[in-house]
């Protein structure tokens, strides 16, 4: 039964791929993929959100990079198998909808939603942080008024000492009143969402070559900053190696997965890629595997050149810089960081509309989100849509409200694509495919027992402390019986392990996290069930 669903649903897909007006270019190939990958990983975490967790981990933070790039490695495996199964647009949303079924579906399309639209909202007031801050070095002052949010200048101003130099207060008491209320906005950010909406809606093609481009210019610079900061190390920053601890080390874990997530964005091109089988997986395992490496080698000069707590900053390669007097870098990395922020913008941008017009085609968003254009052959509706959902929050939200909404969702997104890959019939190897290695489950509860062991070695104190937390003891009786399950039904040792790195990664997510995360599942629930229920392609029978 199970498998007459599956075989069901993929010729469903296929069907709907290739009505007319539904036909996307195939134009990607494991090149592109993999500069796209890399264009969304390190375009924000490097030149943004990698200070935060180093401020919060010390030069330890390369350990939770390392486990964030096994989670997603195992992830990735699954992703790939999906992908040689169903080769069309839609990502995790897909993969979910074939084995789970349409309430799932929906649930894992709604929280990329948070992924992709709403993480690049974070992404955009980077870049205006540093747009804004080179166009400075250059003398052209922009008033303050207009370079930042308002709810970050408002909750400024309610604070008992506010800082009357802080960026924030500045603009709040510059800023021109209108009706009794200060206009206060983000212009920069605006803009440049206005500019990729366009870039992305006029074709593939077109937004492939501005990427590729893009990653190669930010690929040098950062190479550079390596090599140069590599002399500026003192070895005495780095002692002690983690000063606040393992638990230290997991306070960074929204930072540093908000790092990873733009994998994903890899597999929601399936449509517009050169045998997707082959390619895919590929794409989505060499940027991966070129990113982690990266960040491991930034994180650790990072931290060598400047004292640790010093790098809780919106952009921490400018300041390590400024703070050992290399001016000339200091320029070139913020000219960079404004190509590679734009980049990560172009990515995203490019991985919603996808999304959505995949869920159109099921049924559960009405049929405007799957209309692709004449002339671009881009899901064009949904492009816009996309832009508007960007834009509008840009004038009302802070991007350290974003940056905590943002990693739970694609996290609660990879726990299900592993676990979907379990559900899975089996089938027969394909010349040129990819097919995801078995590996026995007997192996799962030894490797249990040998993470406890490192632990207690590494970090007594960690080892002891998280039998009094209840979220870490739940998670590890969760372990415990899906060590017996695998064993009991034979499951592969790859998504057991994506399960359980990706289901612990979670544990690191703080009550607020959580908190925002609910509210946004209601949401989405209610939207499903005034719609999508109704109007489905399971619906309609």
């Not at 069309?88 to 799932?104: K, N």
């Not at 609660?412 to 394909?430: I, S």
């Not at 078995?438 to 490192?454: R, S, T």
Request: charged share 10%.
């Amino acid at each position: 039964m199970l498998q007459q669903f599956w075989q069901n649903i993929r010729r469903t897909k296929r069907d709907f791929s290739q009505e007319e007006g539904h036909v996307l270019h195939r134009v990607l190939g494991a090149r592109d993929l993999t500069l796209l990958g890399i264009a969304a990983i390190i375009g924000g975490g490097i030149f943004s959100s990698v200070g935060k967790a180093c401020a919060a981990g010390g030069p330890g933070v390369i350990f939770l990079f390392i486990l964030c790039a096994i989670a997603c490695g195992f992830a990735a495996l699954c992703y790939a198998e999906f992908s040689s199964r169903i080769p069309v647009a839609g990502s995790a949303y897909t993969y979910a909808y074939a084995s789970f079924g349409e309430l799932f579906a929906w649930i894992i399309g709604w929280a990329l939603l948070m992924e992709y639209s709403i993480g690049n909202i974070y992404v955009a007031f980077s870049w205006s942080g540093y747009f804004s801050h080179l166009m400075e070095n250059l003398g052209f002052h922009m008033p303050a008024w207009i370079t930042t949010d308002y709810a970050s200048c408002s909750a400024a101003a309610k604070l008992k000492t506010p800082d009357l130099q802080s960026h924030e207060m500045l603009a709040w008491n510059s800023a021109p009143v209108f009706m009794g209320l200060r206009i206060i906005l983000d212009l920069p950010a605006l803009l440049i969402n206005f500019l990729i909406t366009w870039l992305v809606y006029t074709g593939v093609k077109e937004s492939r070559n501005a990427s590729n481009i893009m990653v190669a210019i930010k690929l040098i610079v950062i190479v550079l900053v390596i090599g140069v900061g590599f002399f500026y190390v003192d070895t005495a920053n780095l002692k002690p190696f983690m000063p606040e601890g393992f638990g230290g080390v997991m306070l960074g874990v929204s930072a540093v997965f908000f790092t990873f997530i733009g994998f994903d964005a890899v597999s929601t091109m399936a449509e517009e890629t050169k045998d997707p089988q082959r390619n895919l997986p590929r794409g989505m395992f060499y940027s991966l595997l070129i990113c982690t490496v990266l960040y491991v080698l930034i994180s650790l000069v990072l931290t060598g050149m400047m004292p640790y707590e010093k790098l809780g900053v919106d952009d921490p390669l400018a300041t390590v810089l400024q703070y050992k007097g290399i001016v000339w870098l200091e320029y070139l990395v913020s000219i960079s960081a404004v190509v590679a922020m734009a980049s990560v913008l172009l990515v995203f941008q490019m991985g919603q509309p996808r999304i959505w017009m995949s869920m159109s085609r099921d049924g559960l968003l009405p049929k405007k989100f799957s209309e692709v254009h004449p002339t671009y052959k881009t899901p064009a509706f949904s492009t816009i849509v996309t832009g508007l959902v960007v834009g509008i929050p840009i004038l009302f939200t802070d991007e350290n409200f974003v940056l905590d909404f943002t990693s739970i969702g694609t996290l609660f997104a990879f726990v299900l694509v592993c676990g979907g890959v379990l559900l899975l019939p089996t089938k027969e190897k394909q010349k040129g495919a990819f097919h995801l290695p078995f590996i026995k489950p007997v192996y799962f509860p030894i490797i249990l027992v040998a993470v406890q062991l490192l632990i207690y070695i590494f970090s007594p104190e960690f080892f002891v402390n998280q039998f009094n937390d209840p979220i870490i003891i739940t998670y590890w009786a969760l372990m415990v019986s899906l060590a017996s399950l695998s064993l009991i039904k034979n499951w592969n040792l790859i998504p057991v392990l994506g399960l359980a790195t990706c289901g612990y990664l979670l544990t690191g997510m703080t009550p607020n996290n959580w908190f925002w995360f609910f509210i946004w599942f209601g949401i989405g629930l209610m939207v499903y069930f005034a719609y999508g229920y109704k109007k489905s392609k399971l619906a309609r029978g």
